[in-house]
């Protein structure tokens, strides 16, 4: 069993900065691939990024890309997700999740683990 607990969330106006983190225990970090997602109010849980478990390589949504980083300390056990030139539409919660795999997946129903969110609202 794998707990996950997001912190970092709160409000920013649009153009500024926020860094999420999330903490894992429970197994060894190092196995999972790490995905972050995000939930809007009225809409289906989405793709944000992903890393793969050695922290190598990265997968971003579209909406994103060249906006947000994601990176990760494996001696630390924790994801991060660095997000910059945020805009009203990142608006959400956001969420890490973690898969026992080699592989990151885009989809959230591959994921294994989840946590419980973090609240990231941007004004205009």
């Known amino acids: 069993q794998v707990q996950l607990v997001e912190s970092g969330g709160g409000l920013v106006q649009a153009g500024g900065s926020l860094r999420l983190s999330c903490v894992t225990s429970g197994r060894t970090f190092s196995r999972y691939a790490m995905g972050w997602f995000r939930q809007a109010p009225g809409k289906e849980r989405e793709f944000v990024g992903a890393?793969?478990?050695?922290?190598?390589?990265?997968f971003y949504a579209d909406s994103v890309k060249d906006r947000f980083a994601i990176s990760r300390d494996n001696a630390k056990n924790t994801v991060y997700l660095q997000m910059n030139s945020l805009k009203p539409e990142d608006t959400a919660v956001y969420y890490c999740?973690?898969?026992?795999?080699?592989?990151?997946?885009?989809?959230?129903?591959?994921?294994?683990?989840w946590g419980q969110g973090t609240q990231v609202t941007v004004s205009s």
């Open positions: 890393i793969a478990r050695s922290g190598g390589s990265t």
């Open positions: 999740a973690a898969k026992d795999s080699s592989l990151y997946y885009t989809s959230p129903k591959r994921y294994d683990y």
